[in-house]
């Protein structure tokens, strides 16, 4: 059992990092709000809870790393390292414009002063570029822990499992993956366009520990970030239930219309309400 009043910290964090995400988008703008939505709740609870990291020392050396596999989520991030304090959330109105720092994908040349580990967003990359770095920081005695955001539909790339084979192989128990399970993609349900079977089931047959969640119980969630740090010798694997478009009505009930969508002036009004508690 957690701290109450840690959970409903973390479950505040979570909101706010909604609202950012909302904030980053604008009016009439497409953004990633169905994915960045399901996976809000694991997010704040890495960044505000249980990772190692400091804004104010960006590059310490036993910093523990988040690679966005599902990079196609980067406003997801850039709210929760602004929310964090890496930079001054007015710049995330600055998301996906022309030189920013804060472009469409991570972009590790542009953005990596602010706590951007790898370019990533061409599904199915992260999880290679997480067992190299946890494998690095292995040989270098450094005892940070690799974190691998991943969306259940990028688990159609082979890449993927290779990488699982090869962390199963080194015992890589520093590196977690994070499958945001909310059973759809661009174009429609996982299911419906090219079904995995039982996700679980799969990893635990690449030798994982697998531990699954409620992606959207705070309480949940940390037991399972816990519980991945105490496994010793296999690499670690959070399958985390999600709803795509979470924490919105009109969103949780159209997930693959907004899986990059703009808002209505109407829609922002009605999000910004929602997270910053303002609605009736």
Sequence with gaps: MFDKDVVKYLEGKARDLRRNVVYSVGVNYP???GGSFS????MAALYFHKMKHDPQNRYMADRDRVILSKGHIAILQYSALAEAGYFPKEELRDTKQLYSMLQGHPDLIKSGHIGIEAGTGSLGQGLSIGCGMALGLRMDNNPATTYVIMGDGELAEG?????AMAAARFGLDNLVAIVDKNDKQAQGTIEGRFSLGSIADKWRAFGWNV????????EDILKGLY???????????IVSSTVKGKGLDFSEAH???FHNAPLTQEQYDAAMAVFSGEEN
């Design 211 to 218: 531990l699954e969640i409620d992606g959207h119980d705070m």
């Design 227 to 237: 519980a991945a740090g105490e496994a010793k010798g296999v690499p670690s694997v």
């Design 159 to 163: 890449q993927n499992w290779e990488a």
């Design 255 to 257: 997930p693959v219309g």
């Design 31 to 33: 953004g990633h709000i």
């Design 39 to 42: 996976a809000a709740d694991v």
